[in-house]
């Protein structure tokens, strides 16, 4: 597998330095060449050297931008119940998710910043979409706290001192809205929550979920490759991942 | 008090494909012409960090932000029209190329059918085919008057394909020849030939060898990187206007490109514009750009919205079906597609291009016998391999929970071995389907947004069931091991995304009665103002709308030349 990984990285190479070669002549005429000068560092320059450097730095990005921990904890555990680990892989908690989720929800996302939010509100059709005043970040505080409420009524006990069965039994009442909530929607929160779950397990490892590009591996998706043209027209094959990180010259 | 500029010949408001194509025709012939684009300058630089599905396809990074402009929606005049307040069924393009930055390079002509489409359907099914409300209209241009156009706009993007069995007349092959084909695409070509079908490989706008335009704009060839639809090509592979016609106009000297200039208003006086009023949306500074000429290439959506709030052109109404500016609103069905599952397959469905796919028009237009089909037109029925990427990619057979255990072995499983077939279906007008503005919301400027009434109709219950049979055939044949059932198609819904194909409010004609433009994109009502874009087309065909888009971008640019010279309104 690591060979076959190796060997693939060498064609992947060839293939780019074919690429530049051939697409020399295309630069010519009106300067629409673009990203493509800029490209030419990057690769080929990972050294040995580097990779043992990289393994002892300290990922500080594991820390809290948004959650207090109680609800760090809960959405590790809830997510977790959504995607869980299994013979394929890693599940959320390892993936990273419940980082994902803290860091989006302290920026544009979680502030429906390039959102229409403005008044007047009004209740619509399904089809209209979201039509609520509240924005991401509440929503999450509420949910949070109506899922511990829930636990509590329905089991006596903390979300996250719940069995995974009665996780997974809350969680189904938030998902089939069997819960009576009056500020959000249950259901609406539990998507958003299973839609972030798959984006912090698949998105790319610069966002803190998908760590390791274990999402990516698990599904052998090859993440950011600059060039399928040697594969595009061939049966199935396996390429090693590549991470928007491995764009950037040092 | 606005700060008054110095006249121009032409003021372009919208710096996409249309206002591209007319900017570099009209300063080839030597005419001094401004664009305003509302956003920002884009290069093919940008790109470095594409490869990014979050932030490009999920977070809209190159999309309209919505927290200052959107539109307004409903499903029938009974209903109050609430603001489409995150993206869904549609995105709307920004900055500098518009769109046509984001698209996937999908480039098909129009049929002869769709330009003829009211004396066509009554000749050969009589007047009742039509039901009382479907308010389809022939568009005052036949495919062959067309025809030059077309071949133009694909020489400049360098349009990949070979030559559709069941299409029109061509003058001339393809510029290019058609991208590189994939097991899954055989796969279907092979299951399409043994229905006695006629598959051909999609035309491209992801260019499939290295190629010169009849400009002298040279562009590389696409590396099936995967990440087109949403995304900007980080090659310049992929035909878009900000490094095609965009660099052949400014290369002339005569084209001015002012970015963060939100146009408001088209001035007038009397029967003629004479400027538009800005904003730089950088000092929030009022400016009039005074012009000879006025041409609209924005967005469908502010095409209209600006005819309306400037009083130019008479609006709908859709009690009486008099007036133009907002009618034949018109949209894409997209629902009838069939997904299969490969227990024994994996396919490289990671790796892709925008416009990678293999087609058939068998079951498109008028193609085939309607008599006994409640419905008219059709669609292309196509496999298209985009690139699957992981966050938007989860199919799991029907019966699957969608999160849990289930869920994620399926998923996971199936990543690499689910294909779809997808039929595109043409989206016919109805007299209650229309665009005018919204008498509550409104946009960062507190000017209206655009409202939206539209609804799937039977006409489209139907359509979306026979193409999704047709889908099923094909995917059986190609022996997929699980297909999911039929959906009905249900109302029209805001939230899920369909396609960026919206069409109609300034529609094409050869009468003023019942168009708001002539085919030369000359507005009956203005002669100095033109409104070009998928505005003009009177129904949105089977097809992806930017090859016909750009035809009538060429055909209005040699008309705005003939009306410079001339005056009047053009025959």
New interface residues.
Partial sequence: MADNANQQEKNESLTRRR?LK??G????????????G??IPFKDKTTNEDVKTEQHVENYNLALMFFTQQQFRMVEAATE????A?D??P?AKDLGVAYFIDHQLSG??GF???????P?F?K????????GRLRRREIFDIGLRELQNHSLTKFEKNFIDLDEEQQ?DV?TDF?EDKVQLTTISPSGFFNML?TA???G????P??SGNRNMD??K????????????D???????VIAPKS?KD?LGH | MAKKLPKVDVVIVGVGWAGGIIAAELTKQGLNCVGLERGKER???????V????RYA???ELMQ???KE?IT???NEK??A?????Y?SFILGDNLGGSGVHWNGQTYRFLPYDFEIRSQTIERYGKKKIPKDMTIQDWGITYDELEPYFDKFEKMAGISGEENPLGPKRSSPYPTPPM????ALEKFRKAATNLKLHPYNRPSGNLSE?Y?NP???????C????YCERFGC???AKADPV??VI??AK?TGKFEIRTHSNVRRVLKSGNKATGVMYIDTTTGEEIEQPADIVVLTSYVFNNVRLLLQSGIGRPYDPNTGTGVIGKNYAYQVQKGSATGFFEK????T???AGA?GMVLDDYNGDNFDHTKLDFIHGGSIAISQTGLR??SN?KVPKGTP????EF??N??KY??RMLSVGGQGASMPFKHHYLDLDP???DEFGDPLVRITFDFEEQDRQLAKYLNERCIEIMKEMGADLIDPFEELG?????TYQSTHNTGGIIMGAEPDTSAVNNYMQMWDAENVFAVGATAFPHNSGYNPTGTVGALAYRAAEGIMSYREKGGILA
């Fill in positions: 690429f051939n697409s002549i295309a630069i010519g005429g009106l300067a629409v060449g673009g990203a493509l800029s490209l119940r959504i995607f869980p299994d394929n892989g599940g544009d996302w429906n910043a390039r959102e229409y939010m403005h007047p009004f619509g059709e399904k089809v209209q979409g979201y039509q997974i969680l998902a299973r779950t798959l984006e397990a698949y998105s790319d610069l966002y999402g990516w698990m599904r052998n998706y090859p993440g950011s490759q600059m060039a399928y043209t594969v595009i027209d061939q049966e199935f094959k928007l764009h | 290069k093919t630089e940008d790109y470095f960090m490869h990014d599905e979050l999920l977070r809209y932000d919505l927290s959107t929606f409903r499903g209903l109050r609430l603001p489409m307040r995150q869904g590189k084909t994939t097991p290295a010169t400009d002298g704009v040279s562009r590389a060839a590396q099936y990187c995967a980080e090659y310049g490094v095609t660099p052949v290369k397959e994996e396919f490289n990671y790796a892709g990678l992981p966050i989860n969608t999160w849990g255990k994620k072995a998923s996971v990543a690499n509550t919301y409104k109302p029209y819904d805001i939230t």
